[in-house]
């Protein structure tokens, strides 16, 4: 009987020591499947911070900007307005220069005629007046102007989405 006592003292042994090891690894994979939530967790919570912060740059850069667009369109309807209104009061001698007129028809990539090209060949009808013409000027500086304070709001927008971030 001794001899059937030493294998059966063994298989358990080694059967102790696997379900100890077995035990020993299980609670180490808690441990790390633990840490790994955890880490998870953490990481979440600073992505939802930093698209916080992001959307906080966004809507104060949004707001600037509208607020920007607003007082530049009241601007240029100010100015157009009193262009407009002393062009054609008649009062006064204002005259369109031929070269200003040749510079804008090159730069016009349709050709048109000018109040001023009509006045010089007596060939006036259907041309629109110098008020038109200098309400179409305002309208396009005002284009340009809208285009400049957007690209000033995308380059304050990723300023600061840059310095959020830590790199400037």
């Not at 911070?49 to 607003?70: F, G, L, M, P």
């Not at 157009?80 to 031929?98: F, L, M, P, W």
């Not at 008020?131 to 957007?150: H, K, M, T």
Request: proline residues 2%.
């Amino acid at each position: 009987m001794t001899k059937y006592i030493i294998p059966v003292v063994a298989v358990l042994g080694m059967a102790l020591g696997s379900f100890v090891t077995g035990s020993i690894k299980d609670a180490e994979a808690s441990k790390l499947a633990a840490d790994l939530e955890t880490a998870k967790a953490k990481n979440l919570e600073l992505v939802v911070e930093a698209e916080r912060k992001a959307n906080e740059i966004s809507e104060t850069v949004a707001v600037d900007h509208t607020q920007a667009v607003e007082e530049r369109q009241a601007k240029t309807i100010t100015i157009t307005k009193e262009v407009i209104k002393y062009v054609e009061s008649g009062h006064n001698q204002c005259v369109i220069d031929s070269e200003w007129v040749r510079i804008t028809d090159s730069a016009t990539p349709m050709p048109r005629t000018s109040a001023t090209a009509c006045e010089l060949t007596n060939a006036c009808e259907g041309v629109p007046s110098m008020g038109q013409e200098l309400e179409v000027i305002a309208s396009n500086y005002n284009v340009c102007q809208a285009e400049s304070d957007e690209l000033a709001a995308y380059k304050a927008w990723h300023r600061k989405m840059l310095s959020m971030r830590g790199d400037r």
